[in-house]
């Protein structure tokens, strides 16, 4: 009898070579079925932060799971559950002060906008339903999630089965348009908020939402620092709130607990968190805010949302032992040391290979743009495959990277460079020389093929 097909089949297009098999993990790097050993340098898909096989995170999840692994939330609460809340609450700040805790970050993205809703329904406000969010953007592929998810090509395939949701344009910091300095494309990315608000009727937009720092729709783009400070001031204008989908960048990902910290003035009513907080362990995300946003809702019933898994026991004792690691290990400090470490050999990397458009990120949360013309920061021709066959002659090199091409490459292309938060600088020195490498054989097979 053949094999069933998989996740990892069914996901990818006819004819694509099958995934090498994961058998083993151990720190920052993974081993194939066949022995090879990789340098996890995306840390999966930005989620494996404490890298494989951590010690205090597996005795949490075993003792756990002794104890109770599973205890419905609408019957029962959970220490986990509450201890998790506090530390959340403790080290986030901003008055988030209650926690919903969900599986992955599509979830909590859904989460975050139904109850925004809610809350707005709460209020008399039932007008408001419009949540405005970024041309690129990212927050998740559920149905509510991809509704605000800005990729035009993604979107497309749902398009009958999704609510048509506003966009305004990314303050993107490299391909500018004509005419634009970073500084005021930032300023007009902004004041289109505002815009937007008033085109679409102010009493109809229930909230807007952005990541702090890009994800994999942008390339860890960070903006320039008052653009945060205006978006907070164009919310508080209209009374309308601010989501942070902080599901990539949160968990000390950019150095920081929450990337919000590093624009302490751009308070977020409601943040999404994920990947990070259960470090590849387990699946668990959720939404933060304040106890007072809550109280509204309780009192008209409480959240009309949920989920079998939510503030599931397990899941919640490996978010504390997360925690615990980030902390005791001092792995926000490493974040910043090797981060800025990592940018300085990338943007030296730059110098040397003319197929590196653009370095940008924050902390352990970088992305490298790859091109075909650097001056003209113009991107290889679809047709060549640049970024499977790059992904390819890295994985040859024992070094695994994420890629992405936005909206069918309209935005750029771009590895995801984002090591777990544990890296030390020789190994962070072993990914650099193996990216360099897989850089300059493509040079080759682009020269010899006429391309170059």
């Known amino acids: ?25 151990e720190g920052v790097y993974l081993w194939d079925a066949a022995g090879r050993r990789y340098l996890d340098g995306s840390s999966g898909a930005v989620v494996t932060s404490l890298g494989h096989g951590n010690a205090r995170v ?6 756990q799971a002794e104890r109770v692994c599973f205890a419905y ?8 559950d509450q201890e998790l809340a506090n530390r959340l609450a403790a080290h ?37 339903w419009k949540v405005i969010s970024r041309l690129p953007s990212y927050h998740g592929n559920t149905l509510g999630a991809l509704s605000l998810t800005g990729d035009p090509l993604l979107a497309s395939i749902f398009a009958p089965l999704l609510a048509k949701m506003p966009k ?5 910091t490299y391909r500018l348009p004509v005419g634009h300095t970073v500084e005021s494309w930032a300023a007009q990315a902004a004041a289109e908020l505002g815009e937007c608000i008033e085109r679409e009727g102010p009493d109809s937009v229930l909230a807007f939402i952005m990541e702090p720092v890009g994800g994999t729709s942008t390339g860890a783009l960070v903006a320039v620092d008052s653009y945060y400070r205006q978006i907070r001031e164009t919310c508080d204008r209209y009374g309308i709130l601010l989501i942070l989908d902080e599901v990539m960048s949160g968990m000390g990902r950019t150095g920081r607990f929450v990337a919000a910290q590093h624009w302490p003035d751009c308070r977020p009513d409601i943040l999404a968190l994920g990947k990070g907080m259960g470090a590849g362990y387990t699946p668990l995300a ?24 939510v503030a599931n026991p397990l899941s919640c004792a490996v978010g504390c032992a997360v925690i615990d690691e980030l902390l005791e290990r001092e792995l926000l400090a490493n974040c910043r040391t090797q981060g ?22 924050r902390g352990l949360q970088l992305a490298v743009e790859i091109v075909g013309d650097q001056a003209a920061c113009a991107p290889l021709p679809a047709a060549v495959g640049a970024m499977e066959r ?17 909206a069918g490459g309209q935005f750029g292309e771009w590895f995801m460079v984002c090591p777990p938060l544990i890296v030390t600088p020789s190994q962070l020195d072993e990914l650099v020389d193996a990216f360099a490498g897989a850089l300059a054989a493509f040079r080759d097979e682009l020269a010899r093929e006429g391309l170059l």
């Open 1 to 25: 009898m053949s094999d069933a097909l998989t996740a990892a089949s069914i996901a990818t297009p006819a004819g694509t070579a099958p995934f090498p098999a994961a058998v083993r993990g």
């Open 58 to 63: 597996l005795r949490a999840m075993r003792e």
């Open 73 to 80: 939330a609408r019957y029962w609460e959970n220490r986990p």
């Open 92 to 128: 986030c700040g901003f008055g988030l002060d209650a926690a919903f805790f969900v599986s992955g970050g599509s979830e909590a993205i859904e989460t975050c906008i139904k109850f925004a809703r809610q809350l707005a329904v709460a209020r008399g406000q039932t007008g408001r």
């Open 168 to 172: 305004i344009s990314a303050p993107l």
């Open 286 to 309: 959720a939404m933060l805010t304040s106890s007072a946003l809550v109280a509204e809702v309780r009192r008209m019933g409480g959240f009309a949302h949920g989920h079998t898994y």
């Open 340 to 361: 800025d470490y990592l940018r300085a050999q990338l943007l030296e990397l730059k110098e040397r290979n003319p197929l590196v458009g653009d370095v940008r990120g």
């Open 390 to 406: 790059l992904k390819n002659l890295c994985a040859e090199r024992g070094l695994a990277l994420l890629h992405r091409s936005t």
